[in-house]
């Protein structure tokens, strides 16, 4: 089995401006690429929609402009929610390519396939599109990032597993036996399918890596090993896995991971169940499932900011600190409140872990008032 590397997921890059995801800091997100290349690493993931659609032009910037192409791979999504018709395919992978100044992905996915997106893609012929993007040598690898239960990837796979080189899917210890996220039983289904998988979310957007003490003292007598290490070794461990994308923020944090991958140790079956017992641990301190992906924000009619608000609850639920309250009654004067939600529900179609976010948002309403 060949041993996974790690991923650059360029979709959580260090900002200039916390409140500006377009603000990306261009100085430190050079220096990660460097160290990251130094260390032998080479595989890029980005999306048309990350950063407010400049995660492509950045990376066209730091590494594209800087490095031959021959040394690095980039992975690139078609932005399933934005296809109307057939040739929106073809345009939309002609401005990803533009953007980053290629000729060719490594790796082409239709992103976020999910019960409300698969439908839209199936219609603009999207799995059609992708073959023939890898017949023309736009693309070395197709696939698809999936969110979804199992019973969807069942019918994604019957139908196209013949055009799927790569599924990228959300796969941690915490999700692993999950009954909405259900890492393992997708995960699988790869496997039965002989399907490649990369991973991504292995820290849960840094849920994995912020816990409580609590649990951090459960770690700590089990071994030295970071919690960070953990939720990657269990992610690059699992069979058929070749990437494990992290969105690192800082070069601290790329540091950590390259060790962890330079010399990758895979996971034995005791620390297997001492994981899946943390896992349990964890979940009773979350109040809301939120993995921050952010992809929430980009059609809220309402302008609210609904992960900083779903961060905030989970941590005035097991703090009660009034700094929480202050944060939001600041943000939602910034941005909107939380009952500001017109529960036209866009999000709900879009969230990756499958939250209904509008009933949330009535909880959070009620947590921190109006
Ligand atoms: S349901 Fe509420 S939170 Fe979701 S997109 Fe609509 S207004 Fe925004
Ligand atoms: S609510 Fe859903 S879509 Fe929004 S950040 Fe959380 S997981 Fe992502």
């Not at 500006?20 to 080479?42: H, R, W």
């Not at 533009?98 to 999910?114: A, K, S, T, W």
């Given at each position: 089995?060949?041993?996974?590397?790690?991923?650059?997921?360029?979709?959580?890059?260090?900002?200039?401006d916390?409140?500006?995801?377009?603000?990306?800091?261009?100085?430190?997100?050079?220096?990660?690429?460097?160290?990251?290349?130094?260390?032998?690493?080479?595989y890029?993931?980005?999306?048309?929609?990350?950063?407010?659609?400049?995660?492509?032009?950045?990376?066209?910037?730091?590494?594209?402009?800087?490095?031959?192409?021959?040394?690095?791979?980039?992975?690139?999504?078609?932005?399933?929610?934005?296809?109307?018709?057939?040739?929106?395919?073809?345009?939309?992978?002609?401005?990803?390519?533009?953007?980053?100044?290629?000729?060719?992905?490594?790796?082409?996915?239709?992103?976020?396939?999910?019960?409300?997106?698969?439908?839209?893609a199936?219609?603009?012929?999207?799995?059609?599109?992708?073959?023939?993007?890898?017949?023309?040598?736009?693309?070395?690898?197709?696939?698809?990032?999936?969110?979804?239960?199992?019973?969807?990837?069942?019918?994604?796979?019957?139908?196209?597993?013949?055009?799927?080189?790569?599924?990228?899917?959300?796969?941690?210890?915490?999700?692993?036996?999950?009954?909405?996220?259900?890492?393992?039983?997708?995960?699988?289904?790869?496997?039965?399918y002989?399907?490649?998988?990369?991973?991504?979310?292995?820290?849960?957007?840094?849920?994995?890596?912020?816990v409580?003490?609590?649990?951090?003292?459960?770690?700590?007598?089990?071994?030295?090993?970071?919690?960070?290490?953990?939720?990657?070794?269990?992610?690059?461990?699992?069979?058929?896995?070749?990437?494990?994308?992290?969105?690192?923020?800082?070069?601290?944090?790329?540091?950590?991971?390259?060790?962890?991958?330079?010399?990758f140790?895979?996971?034995?079956?005791?620390?297997?169940?001492?994981?899946?017992?943390?896992?349990?641990?964890?979940?009773?301190?979350?109040?809301?499932?939120?993995?921050?992906?952010?992809?929430?924000?980009?059609?809220?009619?309402?302008?609210?900011?609904?992960?900083?608000?779903?961060?905030?609850?989970?941590?005035?639920?097991?703090?009660?600190?009034?700094?929480?309250?202050d944060l939001?009654?600041?943000?939602?004067?910034?941005y909107?409140?939380?009952?500001?939600?017109?529960?036209?529900?866009?999000?709900?179609?879009i969230?990756?872990?499958?939250?209904?976010?509008?009933e949330?948002?009535?909880?959070?309403?009620?947590?921190?008032?109006?």
């Open positions: 089995m060949t041993q996974a590397t790690l991923g650059f997921g360029a979709m959580r890059l260090p900002q200039t916390a409140n500006n995801p377009a603000s990306i800091d261009m100085e430190e997100f050079t220096k990660m690429v460097d160290y990251y290349m130094e260390q032998g690493f080479n890029f993931d980005t999306s048309y929609a990350y950063h407010n659609e400049k995660s492509e032009g950045a990376l066209k910037k730091v590494l594209v402009e800087r490095y031959p192409r021959e040394s690095y791979q980039i992975a690139n999504k078609i932005p399933t929610w934005l296809l109307e018709k057939e040739s929106d395919n073809e345009k939309l992978v002609d401005v990803m390519l533009e953007r980053l100044g290629i000729e060719y992905f490594d790796v082409l996915l239709i992103h976020n396939i999910n019960k409300a997106l698969l439908p839209k199936e219609k603009a012929n999207s799995f059609e599109y992708i073959k023939k993007a890898k017949e023309e040598g736009k693309a070395l690898k197709v696939g698809i990032s999936f969110h979804e239960k199992v019973e969807l990837l069942e019918e994604v796979l019957k139908k196209y597993s013949d055009v799927i080189d790569v599924a990228l899917i959300q796969l941690n210890y915490m999700d692993w036996k999950d009954q909405r996220i259900q890492s393992e039983k997708v995960h699988k289904l790869c496997v039965k002989d399907i490649e998988v990369q991973v991504m979310e292995p820290i849960k957007g840094g849920t994995l890596v912020n409580v003490d609590s649990v951090k003292e459960q770690f700590k007598e089990y071994s030295n090993t970071s919690i960070a290490e953990w939720a990657l070794r269990f992610a690059g461990s699992q069979e058929n896995v070749t990437v494990v994308l992290s969105g690192m923020t800082s070069l601290e944090q790329m540091k950590e991971n390259c060790k962890t991958f330079k010399d140790k895979k996971i034995t079956k005791e620390d297997h169940k001492f994981l899946m017992k943390m896992a349990r641990e964890i979940k009773k301190t979350l109040a809301i499932d939120c993995s921050f992906c952010n992809y929430c924000l980009k059609d809220c009619e309402a302008n609210i900011p609904i992960p900083d608000f779903f961060n905030l609850y989970n941590s005035e639920k097991l703090y009660h600190l009034e700094s929480n309250v939001y009654h600041t943000s939602a004067k910034v909107a409140p939380a009952s500001a939600c017109t529960e036209c529900g866009t999000c709900v179609e969230c990756t872990q499958q939250l209904n976010i509008p949330l948002l009535k909880d959070v309403a009620g947590l921190f008032g109006r």
